[in-house]
């Protein structure tokens, strides 16, 4: 690849995460905004859509604050550490059938792996503001969100073993077609177990209501969050709504045939446009469950992550891995 | 030094192996190290803090995420209230006591009014009983509405608290209309009310009436019928009944440990005595049933309001009121059943203009005395709940 090619879709990813940072802002407002019987931001251009630029404007011109008692080094790191993972997991994703950054046998390890450095970022945020209330909130996150990575990862397994490959490009392929003329092949149908754990580890995995435990507003304010400010702040707030566009994403491409429209052969310039409408709706339901929700406790939640979401999904990797062996025996024995 | 994590408060300066000057001279005074060599630390939850409900602070102790114990530290919105009212002649009084407990100031105004009428031997026309319970009602669905909408963004649900504030508005309308303001009603005089009902206003309530009840049960879904809630709320903040007792805790805060005490019924006044209602008690005293009982409360109040609709008498609205009332000289004590619990106005007259001594019972300052025993033992979570649960108001509390 030339250097020049490299730059490019440099370039278009970061396009591509400032452009879904802007609308995934906006879209939160008003979805939030309609399950609050509000409005949401109706001001500032049509339909209040120029909302965000005059909040980036204003993060970006806001003076650059530092608690003097914070390790500098460590709190000026943070915020770039949490985002630049973030930025780096568009790398896999598979925007159509010849549409990605760059295709890897390894790919969903690759994005799996970034985003697990979030909670690292959160953490090391939390530790160096100095402040009791950040304090706990970063320690909530390396509690929390490094355990919801287990089930997370655990529920990818079965559509990997239904593809057989790690590669996304070779997983989205994997799906095209029906099963008995008319069920799309697409893998949440046999693994909705596992679909539904995936659903509730990312909804973890994003800090989203109800398992927002590292800022918790109404009990440590913003978290680990707390004493940043302008940009250092909007970097944070990028690199969540970026986390939740790359769960998201990788939730299409693993149960829900990725750029593929079901039943009909999918053009390739409509490939991209299919995905991003499927992973938008993806967000709209984590949205929803955010808006509507009370939050679990720490000790509820990661109970609930080891005594319920593990064992479901360990099981249901021993339960699929022997299906899958045992189909093409049973399906034999009963042919003849 | 001692192992129970309820004495921790009790170890003095000596026994702390709290580096440094300890905080604010208080009670709550770190252990120093345990077993694991960890350090408690000491969080100072409020002033500025978005679940104490108005400017408390709660120093905390924690160990890790769990509160060792607990001390609210009181007085940021003292405003002095009680001595301000030995400088005001009796009618002047319930605008300051409006701005005690401003959620619902109409039932301060009432036991004003009870304690001045009870000493000065005033006599109170039947519709002026019926329309100060009627507001009483009203008000007390509006406070427990904030309540409602409060406890749920303390446990994490913003979207209740919006659909709440929609039901609310409806109420606020219909008081505005009757009292002419939303919140600093000024309503209640002593010897009756300030206004009759105006025309139009019955069928503001009856429209609301309509749907009061579709919104409440909405409401109870998106909270108690939601598992996430009731598994935070079931068994977290237990009060039992002899320390509710203890601390002299009275409302739903009471009922919600089985003490089965309300003034409407107890201690009747107004109209309450020709109204037909039910208590709503708890058994366990946690947080889920200290919504119960509200909610039940909720319930009743609509049972109520409907009844006193129905029922308003015709007559005056008010006695004959001389321009400078005088009180002769006196003690008096008249309690009302505030959505917080007993709310008493012990008043002193010398038998001059202003009163020579104003006490007000504030409810929620005892409610408020038991979250030394009810947080600690619980997780951070649990603590902004329970205190959620106590529905304080601090405008009432540091009057």
């Given at each position: 690849m030339s250097a020049l090619g490299i730059l490019g879709r440099f370039a278009a990813m970061l396009v591509l995460l400032l452009v879904n940072g802007v609308v995934l802002i906006y879209m939160l407002r008003k979805v939030l905004g309609r399950l609050h019987l509000r409005i949401g931001p109706n001001r500032v251009?049509?339909?209040?859509?120029?909302?965000?630029?005059?909040?980036?404007?204003?993060?970006?011109?806001?003076?650059?604050?530092?608690?003097?008692?914070?390790?500098?080094?460590?709190?000026?790191?943070a915020p770039y550490l949490i985002f630049v993972p973030s930025f780096m997991a568009y790398i896999p994703l598979v925007f159509g059938p010849t549409l990605a950054v760059t295709n890897l046998d390894t790919g969903l390890l690759l994005a799996f792996a970034l985003t697990s450095l979030v909670p690292l970022g959160v953490l090391m945020a939390g530790w160096s503001s100095n402040s009791k209330w950040s304090l706990i909130g970063g320690m909530r996150a390396a509690g929390l969100q490094i355990a919801y990575e287990v089930p997370l990862l655990l529920?990818?397994?079965?559509?990997?073993?239904?593809?057989?490959?790690?590669?996304?490009?070779?997983?989205?392929?994997?799906?095209?077609?029906?099963?008995?003329?008319?069920?799309?092949?697409?893998?949440?149908?046999?693994?909705?177990?596992?679909?539904?754990?995936?659903?509730i580890a990312s909804q973890a995995e994003t800090q989203q209501t109800p398992f927002d435990m590292s800022e918790a507003e109404s009990e440590l304010i913003t978290g680990f969050a707390n004493e940043y400010g302008g940009m250092r702040f909007g970097f944070m707030y990028l690199a969540e709504f970026s986390n939740t566009f790359i769960v998201s994403a990788i939730g299409t491409m693993l149960f829900f045939g990725g750029w593929q429209l079901p039943w009909v052969a999918t053009p390739a310039w409509l490939a991209p446009f299919v995905f991003i409408a499927k992973t938008y709706t993806g967000i709209f339901v984590m949205m929803w469950?955010?808006?509507?929700?009370?939050?679990?406790?720490?000790?509820?939640?990661?109970?609930?992550?080891?005594?319920?979401?593990?064992?479901?999904?360990?099981?249901?990797?021993?339960?699929?891995?022997?299906?899958?062996?045992?189909w093409p025996v049973v399906a034999m024995a009963v042919s003849r | 030094m001692t192992d129970d994590p309820k004495m921790a408060w009790a170890i003095t300066a000596e026994g702390s192996q709290f580096p440094g000057p300890l905080p604010c001279g208080l009670r709550c005074i770190p252990r120093g190290v345990?077993?694991?060599?960890t350090e408690h630390l000491v969080l100072n939850m409020g002033p500025q803090h978005p679940s104490t409900h108005g400017v408390l602070h709660i120093l905390v102790e924690l160990d890790g995420e769990e509160v060792i114990a607990a001390e609210a530290s009181l007085g940021y919105l003292h405003r002095g209230i009680e001595k301000l009212a030995e400088s005001r002649r009796y009618h002047q009084v319930p605008t300051l006591l409006d701005r005690a407990d401003y959620v619902s100031g109409l039932h301060t105004e009432t036991a004003w009014a009870l304690a001045v009428e009870q000493l000065a031997g005033i006599e109170v026309p039947g519709k002026a009983s019926w329309l100060r319970a009627l507001l009483m009602e009203l008000n007390r669905y509006a406070s427990h509405l904030v309540w409602l909408g409060t406890f749920g963004m303390d446990a994490g649900a913003m979207a209740p608290f919006l659909y709440i504030m929609r039901d609310r508005e409806m109420l606020l309308d219909v008081i505005e209309a009757i009292t002419g303001s939303r919140m600093m009603f000024n309503y209640v005089r002593p010897g009756g009310v300030v206004a009759d009902l105006p025309a139009g206003v019955d069928a503001k309530i009856r429209a609301w009436l309509e749907v009061a009840d579709t919104y409440l049960s909405e409401n109870d879904a998106l909270l108690g019928g939601n598992e996430i809630f009731r598994?935070?709320?079931?068994?977290?903040?237990?009060?039992?009944?002899?320390?509710?007792?203890?601390?002299?805790?009275?409302?739903?805060?009471?009922?919600?440990?089985?003490?089965?005490?309300?003034?409407?019924?107890?201690v009747p006044y107004c109209a309450y005595p020709e109204l037909d209602f039910e208590v709503p008690l708890g058994v366990r005293g946690d947080n889920m049933d200290r919504y119960d009982v509200r909610v039940g409360?909720?319930?009743?109040?609509?049972?109520?309001?409907?009844?006193?609709?129905?029922?308003?008498?015709?007559?005056?609205?008010?006695?004959?009121?001389?321009?400078?009332?005088?009180?002769?000289?006196?003690?008096?004590?008249?309690?009302?059943?505030?959505?917080?619990?007993e709310l008493g106005i012990h008043l002193i007259s010398d038998g001059g203009l202003t009163p020579y001594r104003m006490r007000l019972r504030s409810p929620a300052y005892f409610n408020l005395a038991v979250v030394d025993e009810a947080l600690a033992g619980g997780l951070i979570a649990d603590a902004i709940v329970t205190l959620g649960s106590l529905d304080i108001v601090l405008g009432e509390i540091d009057r």
């Open positions: 251009g049509p339909f209040g859509l120029l909302q965000t630029t005059n909040d980036v404007i204003k993060l970006l011109t806001k003076e650059d604050l530092r608690p003097d008692s914070a390790d500098a080094w460590l709190f000026n790191i529920s990818a397994l079965g559509p990997v073993m239904m593809a057989g490959s790690l590669d996304p490009a070779r997983i989205v392929a994997a799906q095209s077609g029906v099963w008995l003329g008319f069920i799309p092949r697409w893998f949440v149908i046999p693994q909705i177990l596992a679909f539904v754990v995936y659903a469950a955010r808006g509507s929700l009370p939050r679990f406790r720490v000790d509820q939640m990661l109970s609930f992550c080891w005594k319920v979401l593990i064992p479901v999904s360990l099981a249901w990797v021993v339960v699929w891995a022997c299906v899958q062996r045992l | 345990d077993e694991l060599a598994m935070r709320m079931k068994g977290t903040g237990v009060i039992d009944r002899a320390t509710a007792l203890a601390f002299g805790m009275t409302g739903g805060c009471l009922r919600a440990t089985g003490v089965d005490y309300d003034l409407r019924r107890d409360e909720m319930r009743q109040c609509i049972r109520l309001i409907r009844q006193l609709v129905d029922g308003m008498p015709e007559g005056e609205f008010s006695g004959k009121r001389s321009r400078v009332l005088k009180v002769p000289a006196g003690e008096s004590y008249a309690a009302v059943e505030s959505p917080r619990g």
